[in-house]
């Protein structure tokens, strides 16, 4: 037992656990800020998704054993955003103009809702990778929770952007100033 009254191996079991939730965490927070200041999921966000459902990709297709239609799946799921991006400049010349496009719009949507928990699914397998020997559904409903809460937090903070920051806070750092800031 440590000072804590808590046995040192609880925190090294869940230690990867919560680095993952912390890290999802931190990439859901400016996501959702600002979404909600500005109403928009900005491109960088979109990029980082890319690449990192791309090196997924990579990492998958070089690490795992063949194992039939869930390794089809999961590639396939991997491999979609690229592959959109990559179609949407070749049909439309803009990824902009595919976005709200009457089928390669749904079909950005359809990739992200089949693409984002298999993405979610393999940045936990790769920081947790024993999460099977933990009660599942406990921590990935808690997990989720978690991170769902930070989401909405995020977001009613970016909405309301100006009872915490002032424009110039946004111009310090560089980004556009929403509607609603603060003025000086």
Known sequence: MNDDGEAPQTAARY???????VTMSIV???????????GEVFYLDVFQFVVVASAGLGISLLSSPY??????????????????????VVVTESTAEAATGPVLGPLAFVIAVVAVPVV???????FV???????????????????????????AAGRNNQRFLTCG???VAGSDQPSNCQQE
Do not use: C, E
């Not at 859901?28 to 500005?38: K, T």
């Not at 990778?129 to 937090?153: E, M, N, S, T």
């Open 15 to 21: 230690g990867p656990f919560a680095i993952a939730i």
């Open 28 to 38: 859901v927070w400016p996501i959702a800020f600002n979404l909600g200041a500005f």
């Open 67 to 88: 194992h039939g239609g869930r390794r089809l799946f999961t590639s396939l799921a991997l491999a979609a955003p690229a592959a959109w991006f990559v179609l949407a």
């Open 120 to 126: 979610l699914k393999m940045v936990t397998d790769m």
């Open 129 to 155: 990778p024993g999460f099977r020997a933990f009660d599942q559904r406990k921590l990935l409903y808690g997990g989720l929770a978690i991170i769902v809460a930070i989401a909405v937090v995020s977001f």
């Open 169 to 171: 806070d946004f111009k």
